[in-house]
């Protein structure tokens, strides 16, 4: 009964919303299908674009897809060896086939990366979609696959040579420069064994309570998640080093160093604002997650001779995989429009609710391996990939920030709450939290600007 009364509630809110959010979607759109026409005609004339438009919009790069709205799915594979059994076109619109137990199959995906790939090549991807954030747009970039395939060697890379995250963050302030004009709030959580750890708590990371939002206005609330004020991009890098060190990782068979733990970073830039016009609140949602093999292949059977921790292992493999399982019934439930969305079976699916939601931008960066025998998960983790790619989440739409200015965490149209805190001994010292982050900030659906 509380859970259909929460239903109800969630329902009524968006009915009330519904006519603004409309307008709202739709002057995007058209503004959207004006620039693409602007830029069609251009091209064709082999001129320059409609005077008065200086080229695309800021998180429309102009594809058709991202006018739909779709998750785009990008893919890298890992260097090593070459395999007979896997083959790709690189390039937009490339392929991936793989020959598993007899039988061909070819993936096709919005960009496929040859092995060689650089991390500047698969950023200058991403960047674009990356900048949109300082416009009001909501983007989330997240990296799916088997352990050791490489998902944090692009999101994070080593230091010598930085993944998407150090890029993106850097792309941010130079675009940013030294105006002061927008705020950076920067967050950060694992979800290790179904528990939400806080990595930039003061203390120890502890674990946070997820909730469902207020009635009526839909959404998940993070009850005492550390929201800190990021001045610089020298401070943001610490932060975030502080975060990766309390980062659980433990060694299996497949990857000494494996992350048995999915990583949300969440940066969002509220732009200063004049008296009579809204500010603009951008969320960019950075998401490292765990490896999808399945338990047996990483060697956490929870039998091993000799190894204690296996059981742990086990318990660990086991909840990621039930997460991501999760995440896969989310997307198919998106792709197929149901009414119910089943944000609630487990602790990912719940903090990625917000930039899974309508108007959202996700880009999935799926990582294979090319190794003879890891072609069945690799079978798997391009199915996944393919159906992702069918998910329309509309086209991109900004949000206005709240009136008090708080910005949201893992949210960009749902309250959360944030606990004020005094910083203890930590590995860095990073500045002061967010003042008011103990406040509720409210980005409701009628916070949609207009283009
Ligand atoms: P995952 O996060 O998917 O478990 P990692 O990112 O930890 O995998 O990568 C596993 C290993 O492979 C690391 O030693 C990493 O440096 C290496 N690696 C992955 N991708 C690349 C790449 N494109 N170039 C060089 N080394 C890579
Ligand atoms: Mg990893």
Redesign the pocket.
Known sequence: MASLRQGCGDLRGLVSTFTQSCQGSLSEAQGQVSWALGALSAGGAGTQLPEGQQGPPTGCPGRLLELKGNIRVLCRL??GTPCSLVSVEAGPGGTVTTCYRGRQRRFHLDWVFSPDASQEEVFGELEPAVLSCLQGYSVCIFTY?Q???????SMEG?PEDPGIAPRALQSLFREMGTGGQHRVTLSMVEIYNEAVRDLLAPGPPERLAVRQGPAGQGGIQVAGLTHWDVPNLETLHQMLSLGRSNRATAATSM?P???RSHALVTLTLCAASPPSAPGTAGTLHLVDLA?SERAWKAGATGTQRGDPNSAQRLREAQTINRSLLALGGVMAALRARRSHVPFRDSQLTRLLQPALGPGTTAVLLL?ISTRPEDLGETVCSLKFAERVGQVELGPARRRKAPRSETPSSLSTDTPLTGTPCTPTRSPVSPPSPSPDSSSYSALGPSGDLPP
């Open positions: 890992r260097p696959g352990t050791g395939t490489g998902k944090t060697y080593p990857n160093r494996s992350s490896g990582q």
